[in-house]
């Protein structure tokens, strides 16, 4: 306790100092490191970057992945440093900032800081924004629950598609929030660089397929291991390539290349350009990037119909395949073990692997053998892979309604 005081008293002033140089337009997002929802908020921050904004990142990041960029186009102010600053007087002395501004924009993201803020925020003087990604209904402290008692103070809620505004519905009725606020909600896509032409792709007697992922419990990577090395023992004609942060993963799956992280957009866009399928085995999804990303490339989804997925691809686009998954009640419940460290994989890799579980791969694994014998349904899925994405989630249409949101 007196380690934690000195530290407050050591620190406070720093803070001081920071919050005194605040521009305006202010985020909170919790992470600057390897991952789909950390390249979403960078494009916004990015839309904004002629406006001079500042950017708090609330947590430590597993890695330093995206700093760099985030550092380009805003202000970062990193507030893990300040180890005290769990203490109020930081949050009520940055809320006495923020409402002595002359046209202050808040925007937060999926931390509890920003909330806690939102309490001593004068809703009179600031515009107060949010982003939900996805609801994570296992977790009792998960930021949409824990935004309950503000939202009265939140001028709009940003979401990515229906199923979020359902299920919010579902939980203001639980809470007796009053519904009238479900009118404050706005659906902005994200956006992804979709290539101008469609890129053939070359009918190789193996197929190509990726999985594009940080190593989280929720992204399932044993699933994908496990679907490469079955694909290995049925002598499926299939070569498999992970990029993400499974550098130190020992890898004797003959088919399985494990690429490690990727920072240079051409490269990782390259990969999308020769690949054929794209893997999601997530039990729990927003709508990740790196369905759009792929898809742009013409790469086909294969995915659990989880989150916003299914309002995208589905057989009216006639552009991936959907698998229903019946273990995400039981990953929701074991998820609960893992909240302190989400980078749980080998050890989330079960030992013997349940039925349910075993029936999942066995199902994507059936896809798989289809795409493989029925090249022409592969090339029809992936030309409307590209179609669809070019007409709905271009960067143009995300800044324009980011741009209305913030300053109509």
Known sequence: ???????????FPKFLREINKLNDIIFFFPFYHFGGGETVHLDILRIFKEYKTSCFIVYKSDNEFLKDEFNKVSRVIDLWNYKSSKYESYIKRLAKVINEKENPIVFGCNNHFFYKLVKYLDEKKVKILDLTHAFSYEDPYAVEKFSLPMVNKIHKRVILGKKTYTDYTNLYKKNNINLSLLDRFVIINNAVNVPENYINKKNDHFLK??????????????????????CHIKKINAQFTVIGDFENIDNNIPNLNIVGSIKDKQKIDKYYSENDILLITSFREGFPMVILEGMAYGVVPISTNVGEISSFVNTQNNNGILISDTTTERYSKMKNEYIKNERCYPKSQLKEIPDDLNNLINEFIDKIQILNN???????????????????????????????????
């Open 374 to 408: 029925d090249r022409k349904l592969l090339n029809t899925l992936s030309f409307n892979a590209f179609i669809s994405v070019k007409k709905y989630f271009s960067p143009e249409q995300q800044r324009n309604a980011y741009l209305k949101l913030f300053f109509e």
């Open 1 to 11: 306790m007196k380690s934690s005081k000195i530290a407050y008293l050591y620190e």
């Open 209 to 230: 397929i990726l999985f594009v992922s940080r190593n989280s419990f929720e992204k399932r990577p044993e699933i994908f291991f496990e679907i490469a090395k079955k």
